[in-house]
Nanobody, 126 residues
Framework: QDQLQESGGGSVQAGGSLRLSCAVSGFMFSTYCMAWFRQVPGKEREGIAAIDSAGRASYADDVKGRFTISRPNGPMSLSLQMNDLKVEDTATYYC????????????????????WGKGTQVTVSS
């Protein structure tokens, strides 16, 4: 049973924009800290953005200034606005949550999360 479901992936030209969404369903002990990760074949999954319940966000250097993480509909939602996309952004993007409430005072983009969606593919062409 998937508690997180990503959507909004697709194929875009470099320099374009895309908005990803993550729907949260069912019971989650904590939605304090949620994040977006991405992964390409043969590489480790990379945390790129995280946001806590107060709206405080953190970003990996590779996406800072181009991507914006938000919770547009409260704690049960998560979005990632991606602008000025680069070919290097091509990856499968995953929504993640600290369902068990490991984090209580900070929400790191590179943290260890315990709930995951199945991912949505983003492809950026030159």
């Amino acid at each position: 049973q998937d508690q997180l479901q990503e959507s909004g992936g697709g194929s875009v030209q470099a320099g374009g924009s895309l908005r990803l969404s993550c729907a949260v369903s069912g019971f989650m002990f904590s939605t304090y800290c949620m994040a977006w990760f991405r992964q390409v074949p043969g590489k480790e999954r990379e945390g790129i953005a995280a946001i806590d319940s107060a709206g405080r966000a953190s970003y990996a250097d590779d996406v800072k200034g181009r991507f914006t993480i938000s919770r547009p509909n409260g704690p049960m939602s998560l979005s990632l606005q991606m602008n000025d996309l680069k070919v290097e952004d091509t990856a499968t993007y995953y929504c993640a949550a600290d369902e068990e409430g490991v984090y209580t005072s900070h929400c790191p983009y590179s943290g260890q999360f315990n709930a995951w969606g199945k991912g949505t593919q983003v492809t950026v062409s030159s």
